[in-house]
């Protein structure tokens, strides 16, 4: 018998595979947020995953072990300090007001899942950033503001022109029509 074959248990493999799939989901998402999910009912939790797959992103309630080994050095030691009580990951692979509203709208609904903190853009954000990044208006939204504000000055640079290419032609007319016809 060969003693250089090292025999993985199933279950440490299934663990393995987890800990891949965590990975690959952080690498491919553009923010990550980490919830205390203790207390929602199956149905409240599953109701919650369906909120957030159509805000195109995942909730993913795992062991803690696991989501710090998928996070490997993407946290500091305090920030591993959040993970002392059950933890599930939400996954935001597009915009991330959309994931983040519907997670406020449950927490507001149940006053659960409690929110531990965030990763968004690389950064370590804490709950009350995440809550506050939730308040802001979808993208779109957030893009039509920005390029009403950027046109504004010239709109009000059209309308005064205009406005004065107007009093020219109006004064124009009222001077015409003074003055005698002349045959």
Not at 117 to 128: A, C, M, S, Y
Request: charged content about 25%.
């Amino acid at each position: 018998m060969d003693n250089t074959t090292i025999k993985v248990s199933k279950n440490r493999q299934k663990k393995e595979q987890l800990v891949a799939e965590l990975v690959e989901k952080m690498d491919k998402s553009n923010g990550m947020v980490f919830a205390n999910y203790q207390g929602l009912t199956h149905q409240q939790l599953e109701n919650l995953k369906k909120g957030l797959k159509k805000a195109n992103s995942e909730f993913v309630a795992v062991k803690n072990t696991l989501l710090l080994r998928a996070l490997g050095d993407k946290i500091d030691e305090a920030t591993k300090a959040h993970f002392n009580q059950p933890t599930g990951a939400l996954f935001i692979y597009n915009d991330i007001v959309d994931p983040l509203k519907e997670l406020t709208k449950t927490i507001k609904e149940f006053k659960m899942p409690v929110i531990k903190f965030g990763i968004l853009d690389g950064k370590v954000v804490t709950d009350k950033e995440v809550t506050k990044i939730a308040s802001l208006p979808p993208l779109p939204v957030l893009q039509a503001q920005l390029l009403g504000q950027m046109i504004a000055p010239i709109s009000g640079l059209h309308r005064a022109l205009n406005w004065n290419l107007q009093q020219l032609v109006l004064t124009l007319n009222a001077i015409k029509d003074k003055k005698p016809a002349s045959a």
